[in-house]
């Protein structure tokens, strides 16, 4: 069964420094996202991709995040000046379609952990 | 107030017992998803429904739209269904994005 992969499984970083997380989402899928999930605490929606332009994102999402599909297959997320409590677990997922009545599951990879020191 | 509420947060039973997860939420959707996250942290779609009932295995998920309240039950659990079960749902007006529960932690013991 097609599925989403992440890269690297673990990342760790000195604050302040850029980190890039890597996401190869199922390759008929147009809809792309990432959530993270900080250590003990619930999943967050950050960002939804569409047609090569951010469709939705939220508070988290700020200036310090950008998204990119640089290619037909991978799917980035870049924190420029990581924080300490960018800790956190990352995952990424994509759909085929969302919107209208027609539901589609999201399909997650199994997640980067970024360490922040 | 959160948007998505799961009860129990903690459950703990033993091998063979019938389990039941809550969720409740407060926003009109258009899907809901029961989601598995396993001790590594991947997340594992199990279900995603918007009306009525889903069975897959021994899972079972029910949607009751009106009392906006979702319920999934595991039949003849077992120590490997221990993992946090989360509860995640997509509201109206086509948004994209899911909001997640906090997850109900199940251990199984044998």
């Known amino acids: 069964e097609p599925e989403v992969t992440q890269t690297p499984s673990h990342q760790v970083t000195q604050m302040g420094q850029e980190v890039i997380l890597r996401c190869v989402p199922i390759?008929?899928?147009?809809?792309f996202y990432w959530y993270r999930q900080i250590l003990g605490q619930k999943v967050e929606f950050l960002v939804s991709f569409y047609n090569n332009e951010i469709s939705e994102k939220s508070e988290i999402f700020d200036d310090q995040f950008s998204v990119e599909r640089p290619d037909g297959s991978n799917f980035t997320l870049k924190i420029r000046s990581t924080k300490l409590e960018d800790s956190a677990m990352y995952f990424c997922?994509?759909?085929?379609?969302?919107?209208?009545?027609?539901?589609?599951?999201?399909?997650f990879g199994d997640g980067t952990r970024l360490s922040i020191l | 107030k959160n948007e998505v509420e799961q009860s129990p947060q903690n459950l703990t039973a033993q091998e063979g017992e019938f389990i039941t997860i809550n969720c409740s939420y407060s926003?009109?959707?258009?899907?809901l998803h029961w989601l598995q996250q396993h001790p590594g942290g991947g997340i594992v779609s199990l279900f995603m429904?918007?009306?009525g009932k889903k069975k897959h295995g021994r899972l079972i998920a029910t949607i009751n739209i009106q009392e906006k309240h979702s319920s999934l039950h595991i039949t003849a659990s077992h120590p490997r269904d221990s993992a946090v079960y989360i509860c995640a749902v997509r509201a109206l007006r086509g948004a994209q994005k899911l909001v997640f529960g906090q997850g109900t932690r199940l251990t199984i013991n044998p």
């Open positions: 997922a994509s759909s085929e379609r969302a919107g209208g009545g027609g539901n589609q599951p999201q399909h």
């Open positions: 390759s008929n899928h147009l809809y």
């Open positions: 926003v009109g959707i258009s899907a």
């Open positions: 429904l918007s009306s």
